[in-house]
């Protein structure tokens, strides 16, 4: 058996070096968010001073909910746009401000975003012959949920905002299929069983780690914001 024990080794040491980028990543988001809280900015004030202008963005340039499958492609792509997210992402944190726990949070979140039809036809990540579209790699997307997530819970780690939009995504699309017929809300309790998978990959995880640094810039982004003549201008480095 004493072979076995150098590979468990390197397992491991692969498994410390990704936890090393994990906290580093980590220590960077609270080290930004106590500069700039420490500068007296807040999200509550930059919402007061721009709200009008963040529904207005909103209104003119996205159609939410979505309510077919091809369309949140088209929206993470939208998303790319850092006024857009900021915006987004304003308007749906004034929307929620009643709400406190992360699942209430994702729930009210999804269902703004996505319908409720909709959200019985996605999955976190495609798998085996399901059909249905991924939406777990939508690095934009999942990165306004997350923010809008952490905004009352800033401990909370990117699995657990993952977890909560996964759940939330079975809960509506179980309610709409028991909606529609009996027949399809018991075939939706099995997949609430095996739906969504635990992510452990390596890739998983690199696509988790490219959310948080987008969580990071989103979040920097709505505190610094001060837009010349209304638009979004990322300060040169």
Same mark, same amino acid.
């Given at each position: 058996?004493?072979?076995?024990?150098?590979?468990?080794?390197?397992?491991?040491?692969?498994?410390?070096?990704?936890?090393?980028?994990?906290?580093?990543?980590?220590?960077?988001?609270?080290?930004?968010?106590?500069?700039?809280?420490?500068?007296?900015?807040?999200?509550?004030?930059?919402?007061?001073?721009?709200?009008?202008?963040?529904?207005? #963005?909103?209104?003119? @340039?996205?159609?939410?909910?979505?309510?077919?499958? &091809?369309?949140?492609?088209?929206?993470? *792509? $939208?998303? /790319?746009?850092?006024?857009?997210?900021?915006?987004?992402?304003?308007?749906?944190?004034?929307?929620?401000?009643?709400?406190?726990?992360?699942?209430?949070?994702?729930?009210?979140?999804?269902?703004?975003?996505?319908?409720?039809?909709?959200?019985?036809?996605?999955?976190?990540?495609?798998?085996?012959?399901?059909?249905?579209?991924?939406?777990?790699?939508?690095?934009?997307?999942?990165?306004?949920?997350?923010?809008?997530?952490?905004?009352?819970?800033?401990?909370?780690?990117?699995?657990?905002? #993952?977890?909560?939009? @996964?759940?939330?995504?079975?809960?509506?699309?179980? &309610?709409?299929?028991?909606?529609?017929? *009996? $027949?399809? /809300?018991?075939?939706?309790?099995?997949?609430?069983?095996?739906?969504?998978?635990?992510?452990?990959?390596?890739?998983?995880?690199?696509?988790?780690?490219?959310?948080?640094?987008?969580?990071?810039?989103?979040?920097?982004?709505?505190?610094?914001?001060?837009?010349?003549?209304?638009?979004?201008?990322?300060?040169?480095?």
């Amino acid at each position: 058996m004493d072979h076995i024990q150098p590979e468990e080794g390197e397992i491991l040491e692969g498994e410390s070096g990704y936890q090393k980028k994990v906290l580093s990543i980590l220590d960077a988001i609270l080290s930004a968010l106590r500069g700039i809280r420490g500068e007296g900015v807040t999200c509550e004030a930059v919402m007061k001073n721009n709200m009008e202008h963040f529904k207005t #963005v909103v209104k003119s @340039q996205l159609s939410l909910p979505i309510l077919v499958p &091809e369309e949140i492609s088209v929206l993470n *792509a $939208a998303l /790319c746009d850092m006024e857009l997210s900021i915006c987004l992402c304003c308007v749906q944190i004034q929307n929620l401000r009643t709400l406190g726990s992360k699942d209430k949070i994702a729930k009210a979140v999804l269902i703004a975003i996505f319908s409720r039809s909709l959200c019985s036809k996605v999955q976190w990540k495609k798998r085996g012959k399901d059909l249905r579209i991924g939406i777990g790699h939508l690095i934009n997307l999942v990165a306004v949920f997350g923010v809008l997530e952490m905004h009352k819970q800033p401990q909370l780690a990117v699995s657990a905002v #993952v977890c909560a939009v @996964q759940n939330a995504r079975r809960y509506h699309g179980y &309610e709409y299929a028991k909606s529609v017929t *009996a $027949a399809a /809300c018991s075939s939706t309790q099995i997949d609430e069983l095996d739906d969504e998978e635990e992510c452990h990959s390596r890739a998983d995880k690199e696509k988790n780690m490219a959310i948080d640094r987008r969580m990071l810039e989103l979040s920097k982004a709505i505190l610094e914001y001060n837009p010349p003549n209304g638009s979004y201008q990322q300060k040169k480095k």
